[in-house]
């Protein structure tokens, strides 16, 4: 007989399957970053190196020049089997995957089955994990989905598999990185009575994740980089222009950064409401526990950091993959706060308002929020998330036609269907491409305006140079 928890956790893999498989089979997800994703894992799944053609501008970029995320090649032997959705499916399962390392948690701490249970749906109901999802794959979701495994396997003093669990974080993303070296802190500080040696693993463990962090963004990247430089710190330009000044900046700075957590580094600014959207639905969202719990606080700090003091808006709000790490730091907090209580009403009280506020919260702003989103993409409660208006077969029977060895131009939502070959070009960069798919209509002109795109579109035509193929409307392929 299945327990509450196993019933629970094949609830939520459910979930998660509607809300991600739908997207992608009705062009609903994108080239930046799910079409970067499949080309480098088509590549790795043919013993190729991975180098991206899908950039803005058409540059070439090793895969691994982007970010240092190596669950692609470890995944990629199962593109033979899932095609184009083996990077969500995987995605998916690794939820669950961190959902059972919350219950062996749970376990270790004697909480009753229908406790564990509502830790679950606690997890599984926050707003983080389904903006994620709503925006494709990324590899920070597979690595904190090891948060939970690393907190079991340290109480347990297996000192073996929790470097394991502390590799998977640092193998998901570079600034992961600096999350673990937090996150190893925490665990240090929360089972110190474990002994010395305990502690002595957690130093071994910080200064690991710092030292990965650095000769990722010193050495390993810039030498990957067409650019030769760690381009991500663009993102912090306005604190510094390298890594050392922005150190400095935010040393030298405390009042002014920590304003920067609920208001914006440009003042006046209306945007700011985006941050202080997400700090709201943070603190609904269990997030209140990690104000019982500091040493929780302190393990989000990074995550909370990387989002909020980052110049771009995109970053700044409760959309996107930004925040997955959160969800599972929140589920840890909440054990540890409802463990402190030996009467079961209090954990129950706990627990069930958790759950409460937390899927109140979730579905409240699947309807509405001022970040920006995509409804048919993430709100599971509208009929236009599991409906499209396209004509599905003939598009992909049209898409199954084009030659694996041709190189493509394609607007953003075709390309993670198109991205099995390697050169395929984020639309307008046409290049050495023989072969331009767009829709029309439908027609996704990003990075252009609509405008533009349109106009664009109308000189191919005029050119000469093009034959178009519009058999399978509103899908339009031209060659040349």
């Known amino acids: 007989m299945l327990s509450n928890r196993n019933i629970v956790l094949f609830f939520f893999f459910l979930v998660f399957s509607i809300l991600t498989l739908p997207n992608h089979y009705f062009y609903r997800t ?46 990629s032997p ?6 184009s959705y ?22 270790e701490f004697k909480l009753s089955q229908n406790l564990t249970a509502l830790l679950l749906v606690q997890l599984f109901s926050s707003f983080a994990i389904y903006a994620a999802l709503a925006f494709d794959y990324h590899d920070n979701v597979i690595g904190a989905c090891f948060i939970p ?3 079991y396997f340290y109480k347990k003093d297996s000192y073996f598999l929790s470097a394991i669990c502390f590799l998977a974080l640092l193998i998901s993303k570079e600034n992961m990185a600096i999350f673990a070296a937090f996150t190893a802190m925490s665990l240090g500080f929360v089972y110190k009575e474990n002994g010395r040696n305990n502690v002595y693993f957690s130093f071994g463990l910080i200064l690991i994740a710092f030292s990965w ?8 990247m810039p030498a990957l980089s067409p650019a030769g430089k760690f381009e991500q710190l663009s993102r912090f330009s306005h604190l510094g222009n390298n890594l050392e000044s922005i150190i400095i900046y935010i040393i030298s700075h405390p009042i002014e950064m920590l304003k920067m957590f609920y208001f914006s580094h440009i003042q006046p600014d209306s945007f700011e409401m985006v941050k202080q959207e997400f700090i709201w639905v943070l603190f609904l969202s269990g997030g209140f526990a990690l104000l019982f719990r500091p040493i929780y606080l302190w393990m989000a700090l990074p995550i909370l950091m990387q989002k909020l003091w980052n110049k771009e808006l995109a970053f700044w709000g409760m959309s996107f993959h930004y925040q997955i790490e959160l969800a599972f730091v929140i589920s840890l907090a ?34 509405h929020r001022l970040a920006d989103y995509k409804v048919e993409n993430e709100n599971l409660f509208d009929p236009t998330h599991y409906f499209s208006p396209l004509n599905i077969s003939a598009i992909q029977d049209k898409l199954a036609q084009i030659p694996a060895n041709v190189a493509v131009c394609a607007q953003s939502n075709l390309m993670p269907h198109l991205a099995n070959r390697n050169k395929i070009y984020h639309f307008p960069y046409v290049k050495d491409a023989s072969v331009l798919v767009v829709m029309e209509p439908n ?12 106009v664009w579109l109308d000189s191919i035509r005029t050119s000469g140079f093009w034959k178009e193929d519009s058999s399978a409307v509103p899908l339009r392929v031209f060659t040349r």
């Open 213 to 220: 962090f650095f000769i990722a963004a010193k050495i390993w």
């Open 86 to 107: 083996t990077l969500l499916i995987f995605q998916n399962l690794a939820l669950i995957f961190g959902g059972i390392g919350l219950v062996k948690l749970a376990q």
């Open 30 to 75: 994108f080239g930046l970053d799910y079409g970067i994703a499949n080309q480098a894992l088509f590549q790795y799944a043919h013993f190729q190196q991975a180098i991206c053609t899908q950039l803005l501008g058409g540059q070439e970029t090793p895969y691994l020049a982007l970010h240092i995320s190596l669950w692609v090649p470890i995944i």
């Open 334 to 367: 909440l054990l540890a706060s409802i463990n402190s209580f030996n009467n079961n009403r209090i954990k129950y009280a706990i627990l069930i308002s958790a759950v409460l506020l937390t899927a109140y919260t979730s579905i409240s702003y699947m309807q």
């Open 78 to 83: 199962f593109y033979w089997l899932f095609g």
């Open 443 to 454: 027609f996704n002109t990003y990075p252009l305006n609509p405008q533009s795109g349109i």
């Open 149 to 151: 495994w690393l907190f």
